[in-house]
C-alpha cells in the first residue's frame, strides 16, 4: 500500500494558462475524489468517481474545471483559463466501496499546490 | 444544511498540558464523524473517526473524541501535548447516506515548550 499520490506537488502558471494535475489512488480503492484547499480554511469538496463514473460535482467546479478518470484508476484535473482565485492545494482522495463498509473514510495525498500569477 | 464549526482558528497549549479543540457540527441526518490533522505542506492523516456504536473514540498518537449526541459535538482531546502535536486540525462531518466530506474551517494547534 503504497498510498494516494498526486502530481506535480506545486505548481506555478500565469493567468490563462491551462493546468492538468494527477492523482494516483490506493489501487483496491475503486472511489476517487477531489478537494480544494485554500489558504486557512479546511478542504471544500469539488468532485467524485466511482470507477470511472463522475457521481457528483460540487458547484464549485465551474465550466473551466473538468476531472475524468478514463480506466477507473487514476483520475485527472484540469482547469483552463486559470484565474488567480485558482490559486489553492488540491487534493485527492481514495476510499474502498465494499462489504467490509470501510466507506468511511478517505485516503488522502500529499496536495498539489497551484499559484497562479 | 449540514456544517461543521471549530471553535477557535488558533490553540495554544504548553507542552505537557490538556488539549482540547472544540468541534460542533449541525444535521438532520446521522453523522459519520472524524479528525484530521495536517501538517505543513502534506496531506490530511486520519486521527480517529466514529461511525457507530461506542462514543468514545480513541486514535492515534494519543488521541481521543467524544461523540455527544445531545450537544451535537465531538471534541478532540489529548492528556498531555507533545511537541510533534503542534500542527492544523479539522474535524469533519459525512452523512451516513452521503460520500463527500464536510470539513471544518481548522484549529491550528501551538505548543510552548
Known amino acids: 500500500d503504497t498510498g494516494v499520490s498526486q502530481n506535480p506537488r506545486h505548481k506555478i502558471t500565469k493567468r490563462g494558462q491551462n493546468v492538468t494535475f494527477r492523482c494516483d489512488p490506493i489501487s483496491e480503492h475503486n472511489r476517487l475524489y477531489w478537494y480544494r484547499q485554500t489558504l486557512g480554511q479546511g478542504p471544500e469538496f469539488l468532485t467524485y468517481?466511482?470507477?470511472?463514473?463522475?457521481?457528483?460535482k460540487s458547484r464549485l467546479l465551474s465550466d473551466r474545471f473538468s476531472a475524468e478518470r478514463p480506466k477507473g484508476s487514476f483520475s485527472t484535473l484540469e482547469i483552463q483559463r486559470t484565474e488567480q482565485g485558482d490559486s489553492a492545494m488540491y487534493l485527492c482522495a481514495s476510499s474502498p466501496v465494499g462489504q467490509e463498509k470501510r466507506t468511511y473514510e478517505q485516503y488522502f495525498g500529499p496536495g498539489t499546490r497551484l499559484t497562479v500569477t | 444544511a449540514q456544517s461543521v464549526t471549530q471553535l477557535g482558528s488558533h490553540v495554544s497549549v504548553s507542552e505537557g498540558a490538556l488539549v482540547l479543540l472544540r468541534c460542533n457540527y449541525s444535521?438532520?441526518?446521522?453523522?459519520?464523524l472524524f479528525w484530521y490533522v495536517q501538517y505543513p505542506n502534506q496531506g490530511l492523516q486520519l486521527l480517529l473517526k466514529?461511525?457507530?456504536?461506542?462514543?468514545l473514540v480513541k486514535g492515534i498518537n494519543g488521541f481521543e473524541a467524544e461523540f455527544k449526541k445531545s450537544e451535537t459535538s465531538f471534541h478532540l482531546t489529548k492528556p498531555s501535548a507533545h511537541m510533534s502535536d503542534a500542527a492544523e486540525y479539522f474535524c469533519?462531518?459525512?452523512?451516513?447516506?452521503?460520500?463527500?466530506?464536510?470539513f471544518g474551517s481548522g484549529t491550528r494547534l501551538s505548543i510552548r515548550p
Open positions: 466514529y461511525t457507530t456504536g461506542a462514543t
Open positions: 469533519a462531518f459525512r452523512g451516513s447516506s452521503a460520500s463527500k466530506i464536510i
Open positions: 444535521s438532520s441526518v446521522p453523522p459519520y
Open positions: 468517481f466511482q470507477n470511472e463514473a463522475q457521481l457528483e
